[in-house]
């Protein structure tokens, strides 16, 4: 391969590092053809960009992108893939739906949400790691929750209020 294609996977790589929120390293290399091609239409499927690279290429993109991903370097060892992601742990359910049947994916590791996740055991961790509108959904619910309270509170009591009126209205 010359440098110049080389350099033009490294644009690539990285621009792709840079638009996208999450990443995640796996290892598919033991994976059959029919294997592959339906991970690649599940990963498709929920909007995951699934890209083999070369290890050497990958950790020249990862140093030329705005990220701070460098403790990712470690995991970038025998075959590599890519899953890119706007929705945090979208990859890792597929990952772990996807493993239940074929054994592979390996994870190696992730960046998700400006954390860095290496190793198989972080996997479960992931699978519950909310995205930031969810977790602005869970913040609004809790606000609101009490306000309904109080209006509820104050409904009820000006039904209360009305009843005892009437009551001794009724009286005279």
Do not use: W
Request: glycine content about 6%; hydrophobic content about 40%; charged content about 25%.
């Amino acid at each position: 391969m010359k440098r110049s294609e080389k350099q033009t996977i490294i644009d690539s790589l990285t621009e792709q590092i840079n638009s996208y929120s999450h990443f995640y390293l796996t290892d598919i290399s033991d994976l059959n053809a029919s294997d592959t091609s339906n991970l690649r239409r599940i990963c498709f499927k929920q909007d995951v960009k699934l890209v083999v690279a070369k290890n050497t290429l990958l950790r020249k993109a990862l140093e030329n992108s705005s990220k701070e991903a460098s403790e990712l370097y470690e995991v970038l060892k025998g075959n590599t893939s890519v899953m890119f992601t706007e929705v945090g742990n979208a990859p890792a359910k597929l990952i772990k739906d996807f493993y239940r049947k074929h054994k592979k994916p390996v994870f190696k590791g992730a960046f998700v949400e400006e954390s860095i996740y290496i190793g198989e055991n972080q996997l479960d961790a992931l699978v519950s790691v909310k995205s930031k509108n969810e977790l602005i959904a869970d913040v609004v619910a809790l606000l609101k929750s009490p306000m309904a309270k109080v209006v509820g509170q104050l409904q009820s009591g000006g039904n209360i209020i009305h009843g005892v009126l009437k009551t001794l209205g009724e009286k005279e």
